[in-house]
């Protein structure tokens, strides 16, 4: 069974940083497409960063030059580092994952996180 653990969430002043962690079980995580996804109240889940299995990333263009998505492949784990944090940065942000179980039988999937809850605010 794959699961995805996050956290890091807080309440935080804007301009001030967070780092949020993802834990992955189950999946194997070399080869697996990793992304943080958030979804403010009344809003659609959007996609925040995305770093594949080589390394390479993407970013919501809100977020360029502020945010950092990583990943330890010997940990199984997703980071996002958050800086210059705005009130509209407020959400639940969602750990993703496309990849493989460690279990048969495997198949290519998607798996998200529970989430953990971020609030901008003075």
């Known amino acids: 069974q794959v699961t995805l653990v996050e956290s890091g969430g807080d309440l935080v002043q804007p301009g001030g940083s967070l780092r949020l962690s993802c834990a992955a079980y189950g999946i194997i995580f070399s080869i697996s497409n990793m992304g943080w996804y958030r979804q403010a109240p009344g809003k659609q889940r959007e996609v925040v960063a995305t770093i594949k299995s080589e390394d390479t990333t993407n970013y919501a263009d809100s977020v360029k030059d502020r945010f950092t998505i990583s990943r330890d492949n010997n940990l199984n784990r997703v980071y996002l580092q958050m800086n210059n944090l705005k009130p509209e940065d407020t959400a639940v942000y969602y750990c993703?994952?496309?990849?493989?179980?460690?279990?048969?039988?495997?198949?290519?999937?998607?798996?998200w996180g529970q989430g953990t809850q971020v609030t901008v605010s003075s």
């Open positions: 993703h994952a496309e990849g493989l179980a460690t279990t048969l039988p495997r198949s290519w999937a998607e798996y």
